[in-house]
C-alpha cells in the first residue's frame, strides 16, 4: 500500500506544468584553505532562481530557462562572488572560490574557530526555517567532552549535568523529552525506558556538524515540541582527496587527582577517480572521576512517641504532631566512578552517475560507566516506633531525635550503554525528478551487569543537628538508647541489614542477564522532489514516507534480595575499606569508612548456603515489560521562493500503533509469599496487555523575507507532537490495599501549536545579530498525578489514592531570544582579532496539574539561558573564555508547589586554547568549571536543597596532527 500511494504521487508531479532547460552546478570552496563552504547562497540576480550549497559546498540550480544571467555567489564572512554567465540547453559547471574579507588574511586561521563560525552562520542564514548549527571546525575547537556540552553554546539550550557531564539538553524551556534526536534525520533509540537520548553517551569528534531546528519542516520527525536535534556524521566528500587527522589528549581533575585521556582518528579519501568516498573515524575517551554528594529531605511537621496508650491490645503509644521544618534523610555519597567511552563512525559513499550515490553508513558507539558509590545515611525518620515512648522528634522543636538509625551502604555498579545504527541508502536524480531512499537499523540499550548492593545499620541513636547552612547540615552529640557516648565511625556496631544483586552474578547467575533495558529499530524513508514553476514562484514539491518499527524491552527479572541467615551477625568490619574523603564536600564533613565490594561478593560466594535468596519483586514483576510502536508517517511540501520571499508549506501525517504487555497484582502479597518470580506471577498477578492506535495530521508554513543582503525575517506556524514515555504507558498496576500505582497507556500525545519569529542582521564582516519570539500552547502535556478515590482503565475498584501518569488540559510556553556574534574587526591593531559571542533566552510558562494543587511553570523551562564568551584568534593563536548562564527550572512536580523539584544548573567558567606550531600540527589546553560550581536540586525555594554535588575543575592537555 506504501508503495502504491507513492508511486501515484510520483506519477502525479510529472504531469505538472514544468518549466526547464539547462543547469547550473558547482562547487564553492575557500580560496585558501580549499575547505568546501556549505550554506552558500548562490542566486542567478533578477530572478527566482537560487539555491544554497550542501555540505560538500556543491550547489546545483535546476532547469533554468536559455539566456544571459549573473551568478552571484554570497558567504558570511567571505567577499562576493559574480560572473556573467549564458545558460543554454546544456548543463554548465562554475566552480566559487570566495576569499576572507572580515580580517587581512594573514591575521586569522582559515580552518579554526572563526570558519567554522562562518560555515554555521550561513547555514543557519540559508536555510528555510529556524535552525542554529555547529560546525565541525566549532567543535573541534571547543572544550566540550559530549554532543550535550558542544550543544550548550547555542541560543535557548540549557543542559542537565552528571558529575560535571552534559546529558540532557533543554530547547526553549521545554524539557528533554519534549525533544528528538537523530542522526542522519533518523531517529535514534533510547538506552533508558524514556524517549529523551543521554547526548553523553555521543562522543563530538565523530560528527561533522549538529544542526538544532527549532521550527520543523513536514519532512522531519513531528515530535519536537521543543526541538530537533540532528546530529551529523563526517563524510569522506567533506574533504578534498585524502584526510587523515590524529588527537591526543591528557586530562586531571584537581580535587581528587583523578586523571583521564582520550584519542581520536579520522581517515577519509575518495578512490575510482572520486567515485568511491570512504571515512573511518573513531575516538576513545576514559576519565577516573570522584564527585562528593549530599543529598536531603525535609518536611514541615515532625513527630513524637508520647506516653499516652493509644492501645492497649496492640501496646501502642500515641503518635505526637508538630509544625517546624525538619530534616527526614542526609546522606552523604562519596562517589569513586570511571567513563569510558568509544565511538567508531565509518562512511562509504559510492556515485553511480553525475546525479546518483549510493551509501552505507555504520555508527558505534558504546559508553562505559562504573561506579562505586559509599553512602552514609542519616534516618533521622526511622526514630518514630510508636510502641516506644520518648522515640522520634524532640517536641520542644524537632531539632534532635531519639532511637533513629545510621546507614553505611555501598551501590557497586557497571552500566553500559550503546547506540548502534547501520544505514543503508541512495541518492538519485531521474530527470527533473530528485530520490532519496534509506534503511536503517537501529539498536540500544543500557546493561547493568552486575550491580551490588549492600547495606549494614546501626539502629537506636541519638543526635541532635542543625541547619544554620541548608546546603550542609550538621549532626553531632551521638549517644545510643541507653545514653552512652556513642561513636559513629566505630565500624563494629553496623550489622548486615541486606545485600540486593542485579544482573549475572556467580553462583547465581542469570540467562538472560535479566537487567537490561533495550530498544530495536527499523526505519524506511523515501523522498522525492521535482522543480516546480507558478507565475511568478519557483522552487520545488516535496513528498516522503517514512515507516518506523520499534521494538522495546525492560527485563529487570534477575533482581534479588539476599539476607543474612547465619548463627552470627555480620558487622561492617572485616568488610571495609579506606576511601577519600577527609575534606569531604569543602570540609564540611568527614567520610572515610567505605565497604569493599570484592569482600562482599567474596563472602556471598563462600557462604551461599547460609543466606536467604528472594526475588525484588516489584523491579522483576513491574519493570519488565515489552511493547512495540510502529509509526507511519507521510507528508507533501512546497519551498517556492517568489522574489525576496521564500515560502515553505505543507502538513505530516503520522500513524501510531502501539502494543504494550505487562502485568497488574499486589507487590506486597508476593513478598508476603516468598514464591519464584513464576509462582508469584501466577498467584498473585494477571497479564495485561493494551493496544492503541492514533493519528496526527499537522500544517506548517514557513515565510523568509529578505529586507536586503544582510536581514531577513522569518516567520513560522508549526504543530508538533510529544509521545508519551515507554515506562508511562506500560499498563502495570501495583497494588497495596487500597492505594495503587499504575503506568497508563490510554495517554494521548501531547500536542503543541507553535508561533515563531525571528529577524537576523548579519553585519559586515563575520556576525549576526538575530531576536525573536516564540510560543507554544501544549495540549494534552503529560504528568505525574496523584488521584483520590478513583478506579484504574475503567476497574470497578475504587482506590482511595492512585499515582499514575495523566494528561493535563492547557500548558503555555513563550519567549525571546537574542543572539550576537561579531568579530571586533573595528578595533585598532591586534584587538581587531576579538570576537564577542552573547545569546540570551527569556521564557515563561504555566501548566495546570490538577484541582489539587496550584499552577506552576512547565517541567524544564528556565527564565533565563545564555551564554557569554570572547575568542582571540590569530593565523597562530586561538583563546576563549566561555561563560554559560541558565536559571532554575522544575525537574519534577510535587503535590503542591513546596514539594517541587528544581534544579539549579551549574553555570560553568570554561577556557580553551589552541596554537598552531606549524600548518599541520596544534597543541590545545582546556580548562572547564574553573570557579568549580556545584549543580544543585532543591525543593520549593533554595532554603531546603535537596542534592548538592561538588566535581570540581578539569583542565586538559593535548595535541592534533593532519597528515
Excluded: C
Amino acid at each position: 500500500m506504501f508503495f502504491k500511494q507513492v508511486s501515484v504521487t510520483v506519477i502525479s508531479l510529472l504531469f505538472i506544468n514544468i518549466v526547464f532547460a539547462g543547469d547550473v552546478s558547482g562547487r564553492v570552496s575557500d580560496s585558501s584553505s580549499g575547505d568546501f563552504l556549505p550554506g552558500a547562497n548562490v542566486v542567478l540576480e533578477g530572478t527566482n532562481y537560487g539555491v544554497s550549497s550542501d555540505r560538500s559546498g556543491m550547489f546545483k540550480v535546476n532547469n533554468v530557462p536559455e539566456g544571459s544571467y549573473t551568478l552571484k555567489v554570497t558567504y558570511i564572512g567571505y567577499g562576493d562572488y559574480t560572473e556573467t554567465i549564458t545558460v543554454g540547453s546544456e548543463s554548465m559547471m562554475i566552480n566559487v572560490s570566495l576569499s576572507v574579507d572580515y580580517v587581512a588574511m594573514e591575521a586569522i586561521n582559515v580552518t579554526g574557530l572563526s570558519q567554522g563560525q562562518a560555515k554555521a552562520l550561513s547555514q543557519q542564514r540559508s536555510a528555510g526555517n529556524i535552525k542554529n548549527v555547529v560546525s565541525r571546525d566549532q567543535m573541534e575547537k571547543f572544550p566540550d567532552q559530549n554532543v550535550a556540552d558542544v550543544l550548550q553554546r547555542l541560543p535557548g539550550i540549557a543542559l542537565e549535568s552528571d558529575h560535571g557531564e552534559g546529558r540532557y539538553v533543554q530547547i526553549r524551556g521545554a524539557e528533554a523529552t519534549l525533544n528528538t534526536t537523530t542522526i542522519n534525520g533518523v531517529k535514534v533509540p533510547s538506552p533508558e525506558d524514556v524517549r529523551k537520548i543521554s547526548l553523553d553517551i555521543i562522543p563530538s569528534y565523530s560528527l561533522g556538524s549538529v544542526e538544532v531546528t527549532k521550527a520543523i519542516t513536514p519532512d522531519m520527525d513531528a515530535d519536537a515540541i521543543g526541538g530537533h536535534v540532528n546530529l551529523i556524521t563526517k563524510n569522506a566528500f567533506d574533504y578534498d582527496g585524502q584526510f587523515i587527522e590524529a588527537k591526543v589528549a591528557g586530562g586531571h581533575r584537581p580535587l581528587y587527582g583523578k586523571n583521564g585521556s582520550m584519542g581520536a582518528f579520522t581517515y577519509g579519501n575518495q578512490f575510482m577517480n572520486g567515485k568511491l568516498g570512504l571515512l573511518v573515524s573513531s575516538s576513545y575517551e576514559f576519565n577516573d572521576m570522584k564527585t562528593d554528594n549530599i543529598e536531603l529531605e525535609w518536611d514541615d511537621k515532625y513527630e513524637w512517641v508520647s506516653d499516652v496508650v493509644d492501645s492497649q491490645e496492640d501496646e501502642t503509644y500515641v503518635v505526637e504532631e508538630a509544625d517546624g521544618i525538619i530534616l527526614t534523610d542526609m546522606q552523604l555519597k562519596n562517589y569513586a566512578l570511571s567513563r569510558e567511552r568509544v565511538g567508531l563512525t565509518t562512511g562509504l559513499d559510492y556515485k553511480l552517475g553525475e546525479n546518483s550515490k549510493l551509501y552505507l553508513n555504520l555508527i558505534t558507539n558504546t559508553y562505559t560507566d562504573k561506579e562505586n558509590r559509599n553512602r552514609l545515611r542519616y534516618r533521622f525518620d526511622k526514630s518514630i516506633d510508636e510502641e516506644t515512648p520518648g522515640s522520634g522528634y524532640d517536641p520542644s522543636d524537632g531539632m534532635s531525635v531519639n532511637l533513629a538509625r545510621i546507614y553505611r551502604e555501598l551501590k557497586s555498579r557497571s552500566s553500559i550503554s550503546k547506540i548502534n545504527s547501520y544505514s543503508l541508502g541512495g541518492e538519485h536524480g531521474l530527470g527533473m525528478l530528485s530520490m532519496d531512499w534509506s534503511f536503517t537499523k537501529s539498536y540500544a540499550e543500557e546493561l547493568r551487569d552486575p550491580s551490588v548492593n549492600a547495606e549494614f545499620v546501626v539502629k537506636d541513636i541519638n543526635w541532635d543537628y542543625e541547619y544554620s547552612d541548608s546546603n550542609h547540615p550538621q549532626v553531632s552529640n551521638f549517644t545510643d538508647e541507653d545514653g552512652a557516648t556513642f561513636d559513629q565511625h566505630d565500624l563494629s556496631k553496623y550489622e548486615l541489614d541486606a545485600i540486593e544483586i542485579e544482573g549475572d552474578y556467580i553462583p547465581s547467575a542469570k540467562n538472560p542477564n535479566g537487567n537490561l533495558v533495550s530498544g530495536d529499530d527499523q526505519v524506511i524513508a523515501f523522498n522525492a522532489s521535482m522543480p516546480l514553476a507558478l507565475g511568478v514562484a519557483n522552487g520545488e514539491i516535496k513528498v516522503g514516507a517514512k515507516l518506523s518499527a520499534k521494538e522495546k524491552k525492560s527485563d529487570k527479572s534477575g533482581g534479588e534480595v539476599w539476607e543474612w541467615d547465619g548463627d552470627d551477625d555480620l558487622i561492617m568490619q572485616g568488610f571495609n575499606m579506606n576511601i577519600e574523603g577527609d575534606n569531604y564536600m569543602d570540609g564540611n564533613y568527614v567520610h572515610t569508612h567505605g565497604l569493599d565490594v570484592k569482600k562482599v561478593r567474596d563472602h556471598m560466594s563462600a557462604n551461599i548456603g547460609s543466606y536467604e535468596i528472594l526475588p525484588l519483586y516489584e523491579d522483576a514483576i513491574l519493570e519488565t515489560w515489552d511493547a512495540t510502536e510502529d509509526v507511519s508517517a507521510f507528508y507533501g511540501m512546497a519551498d517556492m521562493k517568489m522574489g525576496k520571499i521564500n515560502f515553505i508549506g505543507g502538513a505530516r501525517m503520522e500513524k501510531t500503533s502501539t502494543v504494550y504487555n505487562s502485568w497488574a497484582g499486589s507487590v506486597e502479597d508476593a513478598e508476603d509469599g516468598e514464591l519464584s518470580i513464576d509462582e508469584s506471577l501466577a498467584a498473585y498477578f494477571t497479564a495485561q496487555k493494551v493496544s492503541k492506535e492514533y493519528t496526527n495530521v499537522l500544517p506548517m508554513a514557513h515565510v523568509r523575507y529578505a529586507v536586503n543582503d544582510r536581514a531577513q525575517v522569518r516567520a513560522a506556524y508549526t504543530e508538533t507532537i510529544a509521545r508519551a514515555d515507554f515506562a508511562s504507558l506500560v499498563p502495570f498496576i501495583a497494588t497495596d490495599g487500597d492505594d495503587a500505582e499504575a503506568g497508563n497507556p490510554e495517554l494521548e500525545s501531547a500536542h503543541s501549536s507553535n508561533i515563531d519569529l525571528m529577524f537576523e542582521y548579519y553585519p559586515k564582516g563575520l556576525g549576526i545579530f538575530s531576536f525573536g519570539y516564540f510560543s507554544k500552547t501544549i495540549d494534552n502535556y503529560i504528568y505525574t498525578a496523584v488521584l483520590k478515590d478513583a478506579t484504574i482503565r475503567g476497574g470497578s475498584k475504587v482506590y482511595d489514592e492512585v499515582v499514575m501518569p495523566v494528561n493535563g488540559n492547557e500548558a503555555t510556553l513563550s519567549g525571546w531570544e537574542m543572539n550576537f556574534v561579531k568579530n571586533l574587526d573595528f578595533l585598532p591593531g591586534p584587538l581587531r582579532n576579538v570576537s564577542l559571542y552573547f545569546n540570551y533566552t527569556s521564557t515563561t510558562s504555566e501548566a495546570d496539574y490538577g484541582s489539587e494543587r496550584e499552577k506552576t511553570t512547565f517541567p524544564g523551562q528556565a527564565e533565563a539561558t545564555g551564554n557569554l564568551s570572547f575568542a582571540y584568534e590569530t593565523s597562530k593563536l586561538t583563546a576563549r573564555f566561555s561563560q554559560a548562564i541558565a536559571d532554575q527550572y522544575i525537574v519534577e512536580v510535587g503535590e503542591d508547589a513546596d514539594e517541587d523539584i528544581y534544579y539549579n544548573p551549574a553555570n560553568r567558567l570554561d577556557f580553551s586554547m589552541g596554537y598552531n606550531l606549524s600548518s599541520k600540527l596544534t597543541i590545545f589546553a582546556d580548562v572547564l568549571n574553573i570557579t568549580n560550581v556545584p549543580h544543585v536540586y532543591f525543593m520549593g525555594d533554595a532554603s531546603k536543597p535537596v542534592e548538592k554535588e561538588v566535581y570540581g575543575a578539569t583542565a586538559k592537555v593535548g595535541m592534533s596532527y593532519r597528515f
